[in-house]
């Protein structure tokens, strides 16, 4: 099965900074990844797919880039509603694991 | 609008057996494949089961092999998850998730989550 390492596990950040989080693979799963955004309570949010295409209706601040094994998520411009947990996932071959998840703090 | 409704959470007993089901509506549900997902309390999202469009294929984690069954009724629109010889460690809010296999592989639906509690 292939492993998703997602770093960091928490990350202090305030409104109007950069933050980039990483997700590697144990394996090359091409461009199979996904990102997705929860908050308390409520189901996660596809955020991109296909590493680094943007979702319907997803503020553009979010980035995905990466291929092969190593990814990133850069959210630009930290806004209010971005204090979330954002999970990897790769869609590569079953199981479709997910990172261990970042949660992005108020400084 | 597409809307997808978890229900048969509960608190049972270790060893114990509990159904799982959700109503999918808004889309055409026999065109996608479905995806239960749980996680834990306080804990990260962990894929669980995939089942193809017309419930040929089916896909499990290796921690429920053997114990979880996912099925689909296409007519009734509806999706479930089968769990026997529960544990503790299935203590999770489990979610449905509608899975676009092709072309992009993403779940861009999800449910409310329903609440499983494995105690004695």
């Known amino acids: 099965d292939i492993q998703m390492t997602q770093s960091p596990s928490s990350v202090s950040a305030s409104v109007g900074d950069r933050v980039t989080i990483t997700c590697r693979a144990s394996q090359h799963i091409g461009g199979w990844l996904a990102w997705y955004q929860q908050k308390p309570g409520k189901a996660p949010k596809l955020l991109i797919y296909?590493?680094?295409t943007l979702q319907s209706g997803v503020p553009s601040r979010f980035t995905g880039s990466g291929s092969g094994t190593d990814f990133t998520l850069t959210i630009n411009s930290l806004q209010p509603e971005d204090f979330a947990t954002y999970f990897c996932?790769?869609?590569?071959?079953?199981?479709?694991?997910f990172g261990g998840g970042t949660k992005v703090e108020i400084k | 609008e597409v809307q997808l409704m978890e229900s048969g959470g509960d608190l049972v007993q270790p060893g114990g057996s509990l159904r799982l089901s959700c109503t999918a509506s808004?889309?055409?549900?026999?065109?996608?494949?479905m995806t239960w997902i749980r996680q834990a309390p306080g804990k990260g999202l962990e894929w669980v089961a995939t089942?193809?469009?017309?419930?040929?294929?089916?896909y499990y984690v290796d921690s429920v092999k053997g114990r979880f069954t996912i099925s689909r009724d296409n007519a009734e629109t509806s999706l479930s998850l089968h769990m026997n010889s529960l544990r503790v460690e299935d203590t999770a809010v489990y979610y449905c998730?509608?899975?676009?296999?092709?072309?992009?592989?993403?779940?861009?639906?999800w449910g409310q989550g329903t609440l499983v509690t494995v105690s004695s």
């Open positions: 996932q790769h869609a590569n071959s079953f199981p479709h694991t």
């Open positions: 808004g889309f055409t549900f026999s065109d996608f494949w």
């Open positions: 998730s509608r899975y676009e296999e092709t072309p992009r592989r993403l779940l861009n639906y």
């Open positions: 089942i193809k469009k017309d419930g040929s294929e089916k």
């Open positions: 296909a590493a680094s």
